[in-house]
Structures are given as C-alpha cells and as structure tokens.
C-alpha cells in the first residue's frame, strides 16, 4: 500500500542519508507534492535512485489515495456546511447538487484557500521572521507547487508546519 511504501521511503533515507526522521518525512513530503524546494536533496547513487522510485510512485499513488480519502471528506465536510447554510431548503425538493449550492460550494473552497494562506503568512511572519509580503510569496509559490527554494524552513518547528501546510493544502 502507499502507506506501506511512504514509511520504507523515510527508514530508507533516514539511514542512507543520516537524515533526521523529521528530515527524511519533509523530503518525502516535499517530493510527492512536486515542490521541490531545494534545501535537502539525495546525495548517493543508491538514495537517487530510491528518490526516483519515490517520485514515480508517490506523487501517483499519494494522488490517488488523497483525492479518494480527504475528496471524499472534504465533500462531506462541504456538504454539511450547505445543510447549515441553507437550513430551509432541507424541507424542499432542493438538495446539494443545486445551482446555488455550488455557488456556495465555490465560496467555502475560496474561504479554505484565503484560511491555508492567512495561517502560513502568520507563521511565516512570527516563526520565520519574514515581511507579510514575503509571507505570501512563500505560501503562493508553495501551493501552486513551483517550489523555488529560495526561501527555506530549516528548524524542526518549520519542517512540521510545511509539513502539515503541505497536506493541508494539498
């Protein structure tokens, strides 16, 4: 399974690399989310070639096991914020899949994007010490997974927030 494979990747590059576990999980995470930052990157032959099977096999197989997992938990979420939104229309022929719902489908997406990115631009701006401005240039180049790496979190609180921002945002 893909939770089977992830945790053989950390052991892996945790010994073959001397990473830190904290290390060897933010690389992976980093690599199956297409970032990329640039900060830890493999060193031997043998851990390369490992990172290529982490990338053919995680970015496709994280994929899939994130969209059909937290999709369909997020979708629950989504639609038990509609029932609240539109307490009334539970008596009705209307149901979730009506015009309106999506509009306000498309809100609550929008509310969870500006959510991820206030978070990550206060954390950036007090843990990090960075401008607002810089802030959300770390967040933006992050999400849309361009990774240029010219910022980078090293200190243990740091890697777990990217971490953490990384499958939130996702």
């Not at 969209?67 to 979420?77: D, H, P, R, V």
Request: aromatic share 14%.
């Amino acid at each position: 399974t893909t939770g089977a494979f992830r945790e053989k990747a950390f052991i892996k590059l945790h010994f073959e690399e001397k990473w830190s576990l904290l290390d060897s999980v933010y690389f992976i995470t980093c690599t199956i989310s297409t970032i990329g930052y640039g900060d830890i990157a493999p060193t031997t032959k043998l851990s390369r070639v490992f990172t290529i099977f982490v990338i053919l096999i995680g970015i496709f197989g994280v994929t899939v096991v994130m969209a059909n997992y937290f999709g369909s938990l997020i979708k629950e979420m989504i639609d038990k914020w509609i029932d609240f939104l539109y307490d009334d229309a539970k008596d009705s022929e209307d149901d979730v899949t009506a015009p309106t719902h999506y509009i306000a489908k498309i809100g609550i997406v929008i509310f969870l994007f500006f959510a991820i990115s206030l978070v990550s631009v206060i954390f950036l701006t007090i843990a990090h010490d960075e401008t607002m401005v810089v802030g959300l240039y770390w967040t933006i180049v992050s999400v849309t997974s361009v990774g240029y790496g010219d910022i980078s979190l090293t200190t243990d609180q740091e890697k777990i927030f990217v971490i953490v921002f990384i499958l939130a945002a996702l």
